[in-house]
């Protein structure tokens, strides 16, 4: 038994997000966002949930757009994103309710891609 807990200590559970521009106009941002969700050491499953989504972009913003400066803005304001990581966590936790003993609830917040996710 002890082993047993021990083991389960040892077990991480990892979340990456990432964004992408894939393209925008004068009224519109288009971008793709990214949540994996998977188990460290690699056990049960992985999950990579992807949404494609449209942003409405304000009249005011600059005229002179560009893919780096609209991902720049999107990364210094994650607020935008808050509904698309609402989205993001109820779906997982619906796709990982399936499984009656390991249901995931991850947080509706940006979770940082780091080195080697």
């Known amino acids: 038994m002890e082993n ?13 997000d990432k964004f992408e521009v894939i393209d925008y106009d004068e009224d519109y941002v288009y971008l793709t966002f990214r949540r994996k969700v998977f188990f460290y ?15 409405e972009l304000n009249e005011d913003f600059e005229d002179d757009l560009n ?16 509904p698309v990581l609402e989205k993001v966590s109820l779906l997982i936790g619906n796709i990982t309710n399936a499984d009656d003993d390991l249901t995931i609830i991850t947080p509706p917040f940006f979770q940082e891609e780091r080195q080697g996710l």
């Open 41 to 55: 050491p690699e056990m049960f499953y992985k999950i990579l949930v992807e949404l494609n989504v449209i942003f």
């Open 67 to 82: 893919i780096d400066k609209l991902e720049k803005e999107i990364d210094e304001n994650r607020d935008i994103l808050a």
């Open 4 to 16: 047993e807990e021990f083991n389960q200590q040892n077990i991480d559970l990892k979340i990456a």
